[in-house]
């Protein structure tokens, strides 16, 4: 199966051939992306394909459930929050999506995580993170109908958690309050075919139509 990859770079498919770089010259020695987008690596949602990107116009960050880490100390590397220094710092990027989707897996593992998380285990010790999320879904769970909904609000929470994490970064928060950077939420909900963005003052997700 993976040989199909090599087939399709054979075939010509996508625009990465030698007849097409003369369309990308300007993206040689430089890049200057109007975003960096922190995405699920679930390999249903791709962004470049959601939203028609061509080379050099988003910086991709992608991480299990779209997570962004509390702020902490350089002795503590992580690879999203040097992505996210990179394209705020080096870059300047104007904005910074994070963008969730339903069915989530990374989520999911979060919702079923047990007490205490055994210290070899990554995606727990990853996933626990969005924590909060859990906790804020479970405050809201007498108006949730389901385990689909109760899913969604734990997505939907973990995108605000995110944002509001971003925050903790000084400087993403240096340039949020001189309007240089601007943060966005994003949710793509599989089984609608459906974006919406958060609404900052009412912290609704709202349909994109
Ligand atoms: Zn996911």
Not at 9 to 27: C, I, Q, S, T, V
Not at 108 to 116: F, T, W, Y
Not at 140 to 168: M, T
Not at 176 to 199: A, I, R, T
Request: aromatic letters at 8%; one cysteine or more; hydrophobic letters at 35%.
């Amino acid at each position: 199966m993976i040989e199909q990859l090599l087939e399709r770079y054979r075939h010509g498919r996508g625009d990465y051939n030698a007849e097409y770089l003369p369309k990308f010259d300007a993206l040689k020695s430089t890049q200057s992306p109007i975003a960096v987008m922190i995405s699920c690596s679930d390999t249903r949602l791709e962004p470049s394909r959601l939203f028609g990107l061509s080379r050099g116009e988003v910086f991709s960050i992608r991480n299990v459930a779209n997570l962004v880490p509390s702020y902490s100390s350089v002795e503590n590397p992580c690879e999203t929050a040097a992505g996210l220094q990179f394209a705020v710092t080096k870059l300047q990027v104007p904005h910074i999506v994070v963008l969730g989707h339903s069915n989530c897996m990374g989520i999911r593992a979060m919702m079923e995580l047990p007490e205490s998380c055994s210290g070899d285990n990554f995606i727990d010790q990853w996933v626990r993170q969005a924590k909060p999320a859990r906790q804020h879904q479970l405050a809201n769970s007498d108006c949730l109908d389901g385990p689909e909904a109760q899913s969604k609000a734990c997505e939907q929470a973990s995108i605000r958690l995110s944002l509001c994490r971003l925050l903790s970064y000084p400087w993403i928060r240096t340039r949020v309050e001189s309007n240089q950077l601007v943060l966005h939420g994003w949710y793509y909900n599989f089984s609608e075919g459906q974006l919406s963005c958060l609404e900052p003052d009412s912290q609704c997700f709202n349909p994109i139509t």
